[in-house]
């Protein structure tokens, strides 16, 4: 069992920026791939962005395209998500997941998740 946890949500302006981290003690962490998906109530989980595991390929949801970057650190066993110029479209509760299948933007296909972190835009 792959433990995640998720911090660095909060309430943030539109126009401003954000970086939520997902931490995990696994040891393996770097033979996974990880996503980053969000929630709002009444809705479906929705894909925002993934990365692999050695080349570091990342992909995108269009809605953040050139404002939101994932990155990972293997050495903190951490995944990043920096989230810049946000909109209150935006508000949602964001997850981290890992999966040891090629990166993929399924939440289905992940295996582990986070308990997700509050991301609020509102002025």
């Known amino acids: 069992q792959v433990h995640l946890v998720e911090s660095g949500g909060g309430l943030v302006q539109p126009g401003g920026s954000l970086r939520l981290s997902c931490v995990t003690s696994e040891r393996t962490f770097r033979v996974y791939s990880m996503g980053w998906f969000r929630q709002v109530p009444g809705k479906e989980r929705e894909f925002v962005a993934c990365?692999?595991?050695?080349?570091?390929?990342?992909y995108y949801t269009n809605s953040v395209e050139g404002r939101f970057t994932i990155s990972r650190d293997n050495a903190k066993n951490t995944v990043y998500l920096q989230m810049n110029t946000l909109k209150p479209e935006d508000t949602a509760v964001y997850f981290c997941?890992?999966?040891?299948?090629?990166?993929?933007?399924?939440?289905?296909?992940?295996?582990?998740w986070g308990q997700g972190t509050q991301v609020t835009v509102s002025s």
């Open positions: 997941a890992a999966t040891r299948r090629t990166s993929t933007r399924f939440a289905n296909e992940y295996e582990f």
């Open positions: 990365i692999s595991v050695n080349d570091f390929l990342t």
